[in-house]
């Protein structure tokens, strides 16, 4: 069932109240002018979010806010440079003073000592050498003038009493990718937020080739797609079994003000999903073979876009729209299974997602207050619609779940371990009951079915099977 106007608006303000069988579409929150989206969001006009250098940077910079974490920092002439902290690069920054204005920040007490000190407690003259030493300097800043992709712009920093506008140049640039092997695409954009991005491998292939989807993970509000993968391991395996890969950056929880706040990352894994097959030819994809993978929270996505019904809408006027999110198989590695708190409670006894559904998690908000509001979040239907538990359904594809940590003993729970295996079994039951293939592993725990010895061999061998139609 294709989703209207008037149930898009429920989702973005109140909630699906109760109807949990309608479809959201990812287009709408993730790609549509920020003009369109007043009916969806809690809008502010320009607001992407803060930069960091952790993500895309530094070849990938954007106007608009900013913060940079230096790493190394040293005062000369009419500014300074700084060597940023980043996943993927070293590189070296001059920073040159042309002009400043007062701000009402007053300059704290630096404790020198601290792992992060901050620029607004120093005056920009004033600051302190760092070499090396461990410590990281945050400077929030507004950037502008981008040229040559970020070798070159006009930033604003934020020191004590003034902020300060400078000419910023990059002196130095390497490559340190954290694979053996570097993507062929790097920072594919799927959406004009400076998180939704592609790292591409292309398998070499005549024909066209499958896709497999990482996702990593980082609690939907940390991590970045230039990590380890997201946990899941078999790059070159992928590759050599004629497997492309993508991995992917997504907003993280709450970005845009999307409520609720979990919608901006799932929404995201769909639509990276439609904009890949939206580029099939050109980047030689089979439409038909497209998996999911992740760990922790990217397991979840991976789940949930799995379980999801089709987000693809063909009465769209954005071809990316139009295309399907459907997925052939999906694997989550240590991940959660559900966003009910009162089934996390009962399943494994932990305090966790009180930050998924409440956009403005109030003043000393607890896991209590998250269990005390779940029927207001069943009635709006955030649950039911964002939950991979409730949404696994006959038509869902097989999946595979592995944990790193023992299976606990028969009534044991482990509240402090958000990684635990006993997320695992509940959905195992479910998915038997409908009938729908899932393989499980944890520690002490073997999959019964040897045709799949692993994570990566089962991705693989579904990849090649003939599409279900």
Same mark, same amino acid.
């Given at each position: 069932?294709?989703?209207?106007?008037?149930?898009?608006?429920?989702?973005?303000?109140?909630?699906?109240?109760?109807?949990?069988?309608?479809?959201?579409?990812?287009?709408?929150?993730?790609?549509?002018?920020?003009?369109?989206?007043?009916?969806?969001?809690?809008?502010?006009?320009?607001?992407?979010?803060?930069?960091?250098? +952790?993500?895309?940077?530094?070849?990938?910079?954007?106007?608009?806010?900013?913060?940079?974490?230096?790493?190394?920092?040293?005062?000369?002439?009419?500014?300074?440079?700084?060597?940023?902290?980043?996943?993927?690069?070293?590189?070296?920054?001059?920073?040159?003073?042309?002009?400043?204005?007062?701000?009402?920040?007053?300059?704290?007490?630096?404790?020198?000592?601290?792992?992060?000190?901050?620029?607004?407690?120093?005056?920009? $003259?004033?600051?302190? +050498?760092?070499?090396?030493?461990?410590?990281?300097? +945050?400077?929030?800043?507004?950037?502008?003038?981008?040229?040559?992709?970020?070798?070159?712009?006009?930033?604003?920093?934020?020191?004590? @009493? @003034?902020?300060?506008?400078?000419?910023?140049?990059?002196?130095?640039?390497?490559?340190?990718?954290?694979?053996?092997?570097?993507?062929?695409?790097?920072?594919?954009?799927?959406?004009?937020?400076?998180?939704?991005?592609?790292?591409?491998?292309?398998?070499?292939?005549?024909?066209?080739?499958?896709?497999?989807?990482?996702?990593?993970?980082?609690?939907?509000?940390?991590?970045?797609?230039?990590?380890?993968?997201?946990?899941?391991?078999?790059?070159?395996?992928?590759?050599?079994?004629?497997?492309?890969?993508?991995?992917?950056?997504?907003?993280?929880?709450?970005?845009?003000?999307?409520?609720?706040?979990?919608?901006?990352?799932?929404?995201?894994?769909?639509?990276?999903?439609?904009?890949?097959?939206?580029?099939?030819?050109?980047?030689?994809?089979?439409?038909?073979?497209?998996?999911?993978?992740?760990?922790?929270?990217?397991?979840?996505?991976?789940?949930?876009?799995?379980?999801?019904?089709?987000?693809? $809408?063909?009465?769209?006027?954005?071809?990316?729209?139009? @295309?399907?999110?459907?997925?052939?198989?999906?694997?989550?590695?240590?991940?959660?299974?559900?966003?009910?708190?009162?089934?996390?409670?009962?399943?494994?006894?932990?305090?966790?997602?009180?930050?998924?559904?409440?956009?403005?998690? +109030?003043?000393?908000?607890?896991?209590?207050?998250?269990?005390?509001?779940?029927?207001?979040?069943?009635?709006?239907?955030?649950?039911?619609?964002?939950?991979?538990?409730?949404?696994?359904?006959?038509?869902?594809?097989?999946?595979?779940?592995?944990?790193?940590?023992?299976?606990?003993?028969?009534?044991?729970?482990?509240?402090?371990?958000?990684?635990?295996?006993?997320?695992?079994?509940?959905?195992?039951?479910?998915?038997?009951?409908?009938?729908?293939?899932?393989?499980?592993?944890?520690?002490?725990?073997?999959?019964? $079915?040897?045709?799949?010895?692993?994570?990566?061999?089962?991705?693989?061998?579904?990849?090649?099977?003939?599409?279900?139609?």
């Amino acid at each position: 069932m294709k989703t209207t106007n008037k149930l898009l608006a429920l989702l973005g303000i109140a909630g699906l109240a109760g109807l949990s069988n309608t479809t959201c579409r990812a287009a709408d929150a993730a790609q549509a002018p920020y003009e369109s989206r007043r009916d969806l969001v809690t809008w502010t006009p320009g607001e992407l979010g803060i930069q960091t250098f +952790r993500d895309d940077w530094p070849d990938k910079i954007y106007a608009g806010p900013a913060e940079f974490r230096a790493l190394e920092i040293e005062p000369v002439k009419d500014g300074f440079t700084f060597k940023p902290e980043s996943y993927f690069a070293t590189c070296a920054y001059k920073a040159v003073k042309i002009s400043s204005t007062p701000n009402n920040l007053k300059p704290g007490k630096p404790d020198l000592a601290n792992r992060f000190l901050e620029s607004k407690d120093f005056h920009v $003259d004033q600051l302190p +050498r760092l070499t090396g030493s461990g410590q990281t300097l +945050r400077m929030p800043a507004v950037i502008s003038d981008v040229k040559n992709g970020g070798a070159a712009f006009t930033a604003v920093f934020s020191f004590a @009493e @003034e902020d300060v506008t400078c000419k910023v140049e990059r002196t130095d640039y390497q490559i340190t990718y954290s694979v053996a092997l570097p993507p062929q695409i790097r920072s594919m954009r799927y959406g004009p937020h400076f998180r939704q991005t592609i790292d591409f491998w292309k398998a070499e292939s005549d024909k066209p080739t499958p896709v497999l989807v990482m996702i990593h993970g980082g609690g939907w509000g940390g991590g970045c797609k230039t990590g380890n993968g997201g946990g899941i391991g078999g790059l070159d395996t992928f590759l050599k079994q004629g497997i492309s890969v993508a991995r992917i950056n997504y907003r993280f929880n709450g970005m845009d003000h999307l409520t609720p706040p979990v919608a901006a990352p799932l929404l995201d894994a769909a639509r990276a999903v439609q904009f890949l097959r939206a580029k099939a030819a050109e980047l030689n994809i089979d439409k038909r073979r497209f998996a999911a993978a992740g760990v922790s929270a990217g397991g979840i996505s991976s789940l949930w876009l799995a379980f999801h019904p089709d987000l693809a $809408d063909p009465n769209s006027s954005d071809p990316v729209a139009r @295309e399907s999110s459907r997925l052939v198989c999906a694997g989550g590695q240590d991940t959660p299974t559900t966003l009910d708190p009162q089934q996390e409670q009962d399943w494994t006894g932990l305090k966790w997602g009180y930050g998924c559904f409440e956009s403005s998690p +109030r003043p000393g908000e607890t896991f209590q207050t998250f269990l005390d509001r779940r029927d207001e979040f069943l009635a709006k239907g955030y649950i039911q619609e964002f939950s991979p538990w409730y949404l696994a359904a006959h038509d869902s594809p097989p999946v595979y779940l592995g944990f790193g940590s023992p299976m606990p003993k028969p009534g044991e729970k482990e509240p402090g371990n958000i990684h635990t295996a006993l997320w695992g079994p509940p959905l195992m039951e479910k998915m038997k009951s409908l009938g729908v293939e899932c393989h499980m592993t944890a520690q002490g725990l073997k999959d019964a $079915d040897p045709a799949y010895p692993g994570f990566v061999a089962f991705i693989c061998q579904k990849l090649k099977e003939e599409p279900r139609k």
